[in-house]
């Protein structure tokens, strides 16, 4: 998990890097005087390093990935639930009854 | 529903518990949402809960929630004197709770005294005349006295209210099945389709009423039932795989002499048989004679 959000942080500075050095560019385009005809390399690298690492920290950070098959371990059902709702005491529990000295103390 | 990792981490959980382990609390949890009925162990470990009041308090407000989940355990193990004695501590903390009063009602029909019990319910309804609990227990309560038929007129009553409540269609189905009325419980199995998709047990029950009815159009609609419930469950229900079998002869032998070429059931079946093998060979390559033997007797081994 710390390593994660390390490296989503660190991914997000880079992207900030990049846009800060892309604003600078600009401004010495514009002194310059030359006309844009696309972003330095050193910006795309940048970029792509962050798009990545990013990347991974949101998949890896806030969880494992759940199966959606309905034939896997976790979702497969192998028994409905006891009808509760409908249960009856009429059966033949009466019959044998708990051996254990069950009683309430307060 | 009790999916497979639930029901793996519930027995753990009670060999755990079983063997003095501890985490007895967090098996009656497991126990109340999974909805299983373990009466007898939920009596004994709950009691042993609430029995220490140090363990008692630091529960906080689900102590009731485990009084009212061992009262119903102790009232279906028949220890009707501790029902008693918790329904009194109930009543001091919430008194005129109709959540009590029906654990009241329950205690009077775990007795057997049916009239008071009725009683009981139709007080309670008077106040809420749609509250699904207790129309429920009405139900149950015809069902205990062996009134069958009052049993489903009281449930199809309640149905026509409450169409989506798949628990009571569920009961219907299984009291149709048990009258043998084959018909009408098909009909709650495909009101259960189409409500849950996506559970092969209902695709598997249904296809079983279906082949207990007979004819051909129902054996084959059966067999594809059988077959979406093998795909629902990745081929690791056994019945499903069985009534693909038994469906491929009774159809066979009702279509012999007709000479229908069946090029896709009969690779379905024969598939059904190797999958079939392949399960008895992994968990129990004792029996395997006794499969092949079974499927010989169905003509679908050689």
Not at chain 1, 67 to 79: A, G, L, W
Not at chain 2, 268 to 296: F, I
């Amino acid at each position: 998990m710390g390593i994660g959000v390390v490296v989503g942080v660190l991914g997000v500075l880079i992207l900030f890097h990049a846009a800060y050095s892309t604003i600078q560019y600009r401004g010495l385009l514009k002194i310059m005087e030359e006309e844009f005809s696309g972003p330095p390399m050193n910006v795309v690298l940048e970029l792509l390093l962050g798009l990545v690492l990013s990347m991974w920290a949101g998949l890896t950070v806030p969880g494992n990935f759940l199966s959606i098959h309905p034939d896997s371990e976790e979702n497969r059902i192998v028994s409905l639930p006891a009808n509760l709702d409908f249960m009856i005491f009429n059966h033949r529990g009466r019959v044998f009854p708990l051996e254990m000295n069950v009683k309430l103390k307060n | 529903m009790v999916t497979k990792t639930e029901e793996t981490q519930l027995n753990t959980l009670e060999n755990q518990v079983d063997n003095g382990g501890g985490g007895a609390w967090e098996y009656l949890c497991l126990v109340r949402k999974l909805k299983v009925r373990r009466s007898d162990k939920v009596l004994k470990y709950g009691l042993s809960i609430l029995n220490d009041v140090k363990q008692r308090s630091s529960l906080g407000p689900d102590e009731w929630t485990l009084y009212e989940q061992v009262a119903i355990a102790a009232m279906d193990c028949q220890c009707l004197d501790v029902v008693k004695d918790y329904l009194k501590v109930l009543q001091k903390r919430f008194p005129e709770s109709k959540r009590v009063g029906r654990l009241e009602a329950m205690l009077l029909e775990a007795k057997g005294s049916w009239k008071e019990a009725e009683e009981a319910y139709s007080s309670l309804l008077e106040d809420n005349p749609l509250d699904q609990v207790i129309l429920k227990r009405r139900v149950a309560l015809s069902k205990s006295q062996g009134n069958i038929s009052g049993a489903i007129e009281c449930l199809n009553k309640y149905l026509e209210i409450f169409m989506a409540d798949h628990d009571a269609w569920r009961e219907l189905a299984e009291i149709y099945v048990s009258l043998q009325m084959y018909k009408q419980a098909a009909f709650c199995y495909e009101e259960l389709i189409l409500s849950q998709p996506t559970i092969p047990l209902y695709h598997l029950a249904y296809a079983d009423v279906l082949y207990t009815l007979g004819g051909l159009e129902n054996l084959q609609t059966a067999k594809k039932y059988y077959a979406s419930a093998i795909d629902l469950s990745g081929g690791k229900n056994t019945r499903a795989l069985f009534g693909i079998c038994l469906c491929s002869s009774s159809i066979a032998q009702l279509t012999k002499g007709k000479n229908r070429e069946d090029k896709e059931g009969s690779q379905l079946q024969s598939l059904a048989v190797k999958a079939l093998e392949k399960d008895y060979k992994q968990r129990a390559a004792g029996n395997l004679p006794l499969l092949s033997s079974a499927l010989k007797s169905l003509i679908l081994l050689p």
